[in-house]
Nanobody, 114 residues
Framework: QVQLVESGGGLVQPGGSLRLSCAASASILNFNGMGWHRQAPGKRRALVAVISRENNTNYADSVKGRFTISRDNVKNTVYLQMNSLKPEDTAVYYC????????WGQGIQVTVSS
């Protein structure tokens, strides 16, 4: 069973930055793609960013120009660099990966507040 473990969350002031990491227990080259989603209180889980095995990326409109998804195939890790953070970015962030199945991490809290 594939395991995905997120790290790097926490509390940050508006305008600040955080980098989330998602470490996989298997080679990420096995996956067709990986991504980050988030769920704010009272809202549905929503896509933030995805990256394919070929390094093609796609972002939610709300984070374009502020967030960057990247991957390290040697470390089997996907990153989400988040800059210019806003209070509305506050959510639990989930990493996922997919091949013939979809795998999810346990989630990590990101809070943007002064």
């Amino acid at each position: 069973q594939v395991q995905l473990v997120e790290s790097g969350g926490g509390l940050v002031q508006p305008g600040g930055s955080l980098r989330l990491s998602c470490a996989a227990s298997a080679s990420i080259l096995n996956f067709n793609g990986m991504g980050w989603h988030r769920q704010a209180p009272g809202k549905r889980r929503a896509l933030v960013a995805v990256i394919s095995r070929e390094n093609n990326t796609n972002y939610a409109d709300s984070v374009k120009g502020r967030f960057t998804i990247s991957r390290d195939n040697v470390k089997n890790t996907v990153y989400l660099q988040m800059n210019s953070l806003k209070p509305e970015d506050t959510a639990v962030y989930y990493c996922n990966a997919w091949d013939s199945q979809t795998y999810w991490g346990q989630g990590i809290q990101v809070t943007v507040s002064s």
